[in-house]
């Protein structure tokens, strides 16, 4: 199952205390792919390095590249159904492009996505993503 993270998700995962650590931990464990871009990892690394410094936004960006369940991709086109933020079609371009199952995100911005018939982009919320891990 091919997924898009989104930053603030991908933060809650990381510490071992956190309800979401699953997320990760199956990540880890090649139980979905993350799907990124380059401009995802480099929201990832500054935003992971302010939160939590830069030995450990180092050392999870390097999992994240690392792992053969990582699909790397170039968008060429850009699909900017997201007015209130743009910043958040990165994301949903990196859906699109690798025909991601969901993003995972407790961003509000993407309800939009629900009212839009085609491209057809399943949001989840992380609660509800872990509910899919747990099965």
């Not at 999870?60 to 991709?73: G, Q, R, S």
């Not at 085609?118 to 919320?125: E, K, L, R, W, Y």
Request: aromatic share 10%; proline share 2%.
């Amino acid at each position: 199952m091919n997924i898009v993270l989104d930053t603030n998700c991908l933060l809650m995962s990381l510490s071992r205390r956190s309800p979401y650590y699953l997320v990760w931990r199956d990540f880890v464990d090649g139980k979905y792919t993350l799907c990124i871009t380059n401009e995802i990892l480099a929201e990832y690394e500054e935003i992971l390095t302010q939160k939590v410094g830069t030995e450990i936004a180092s050392n999870v960006i390097n999992a994240i590249l690392d792992l053969p369940n990582t699909k790397l991709v170039q968008v060429f086109y850009h699909l900017h159904l997201i007015t209130a933020d743009s910043d958040d079609n990165k994301f949903v371009d990196c859906a699109f492009k690798t025909n991601a199952r969901y993003i995972v995100t407790q961003d509000r911005h993407y309800d939009v996505l629900k009212q839009i018939s085609f491209p057809h982009i399943d949001v989840a919320s992380i609660d509800e993503f872990l509910k899919i891990l747990r099965g």
